[in-house]
């Protein structure tokens, strides 16, 4: 059977279905990548954007050219599969397509708010888990397996290693820890979680009580103004923001109340955001928090609030051996995927840019 591009697209490519593509016998694909493979077509959004407007207006001529295409069974090398995106293989090689048709939306063209998939639960008992040890054992492996922490993580782990240590500090443990150190006084964000861990599964002391107290009030001034700093990024009326947007400022400064710097990927280099990057993100592109008049021209997610950090944490799990193979060819050299290189999930284009540190500065639907 022949599939040129346009029929590929309309039969097939348009609904992102699975399928199955076997190449006529000897030729340069079938040299190259075998009889078949098995995954989606991948199309830019270049490509799409033409193919899907050629569609739309009931175009009808058609012709062969390479199309590029995600392999999900991994049953080829490395380099094959990179090359399968990468360059892709003449329609003009294929013999038939096998594909079930179990999806029959092009999501490219659905303008409503979408859904992501619903989560797994998995129970268990965790009458037995303990925190510490679990956590401090958890960076280690990370450790050992080549992977580093973020300072937070880091910082987490003197926590818990001081606790376990009945609340000494463990000789081991480098002298940055202290904000004095002639006074002993421990850094502020480490000895939060100290005293956070001991609120939760101990006790605190009438002075352990007040001064954790005080370390959560500088803590919520400190968010605050990170986030004051970012309106002034989105408006020239900040002083009307809670006015005309009461709604998105109370979803905010709750928000902000209870952020917690996140490890976002399982790569050896941590994808993590912190709070000036959430927000960044969020008031930019989330539709429900997005305020002021310089922002409104910026892209939104197709997604409510909600659902935002999973859809994030789905297109880094993409990306995962992308990332672990960028940062160890070029560790100083920021992680981008922007423009035509942009990630499809969905329906939907994504830009991303990570730093060298892992850190998060931008995400958005390039539509």
Not at 204 to 216: A, H, I, N, Q, V
Request: proline residues 4%; aromatic residues 12%; negative net charge.
């Amino acid at each position: 059977m022949d599939y040129p591009l346009l029929k590929l697209y309309k039969t097939v490519g348009q609904y992102d279905n699975v399928c199955n593509v076997t190449f006529v016998k000897d030729s340069p694909s079938f040299k190259k990548y075998g009889a078949e493979i098995t995954g989606e077509f991948f199309y830019t959004k270049e490509e799409r954007k033409a193919l899907q407007e050629r569609l739309d207006n009931d175009d009808i001529s058609d012709g062969h050219g390479i199309v590029k295409f995600v392999e999900r069974l991994k049953k080829l090398p490395e380099e094959l599969r990179t090359a399968l995106l990468r360059d892709g293989f003449s329609t003009q090689d294929i013999t038939s397509i096998f594909y079930f048709p179990d999806k029959k939306i092009n999501d490219y063209i659905v303008e409503e708010v979408r859904t992501l998939p619903e989560p797994i639960v998995v129970k268990f008992d965790g009458s037995d888990f303990d925190p510490i040890r679990s956590f401090i054992w958890l960076n280690h492996q990370r450790i050992t397996s080549g992977f580093r922490l973020t300072e937070f993580e880091q910082e987490q782990d003197i926590a818990y290693r001081i606790l376990e240590n009945s609340e000494m500090i463990p000789g081991d443990i480098p002298p940055e820890i202290y904000n004095d150190p002639k006074t002993g006084n421990l850094k502020f964000s480490i000895r939060s979680k100290i005293l956070h861990h001991k609120f939760l599964y101990k006790s605190l002391t009438d002075e352990e009580d007040k001064e954790y107290k005080e370390l959560l009030n500088l803590r919520v001034k400190e968010s605050v103004d990170t986030l004051m700093k970012e309106l002034q990024k989105s408006t020239e009326k900040l002083k009307r923001v809670g006015i005309e947007y009461p709604y998105a400022l109370n979803v905010l400064t709750h928000l902000v109340t209870f952020f917690e710097p996140e490890r976002l990927s399982h790569t050896k280099i941590p994808v993590w955001w912190n709070l000036e990057r959430f927000l960044h993100i969020f008031v930019r592109h989330v539709s429900e928090v997005q305020v002021g008049e310089r922002f409104e021209v910026k892209t939104r997610f197709q997604y409510k609030l909600k659902d935002i950090r999973g859809l994030l944490k789905i297109i880094i799990d993409q990306l995962t051996t992308e990332i672990n193979q960028h940062f160890e060819k070029h560790p100083d050299k920021d992680f981008k995927r922007q423009g035509s290189m942009s990630i499809y999930y969905n329906g939907d284009y994504y830009a991303i840019h990570i730093r060298t540190d892992g850190l998060l500065m931008t995400f958005y639907k390039n539509s």
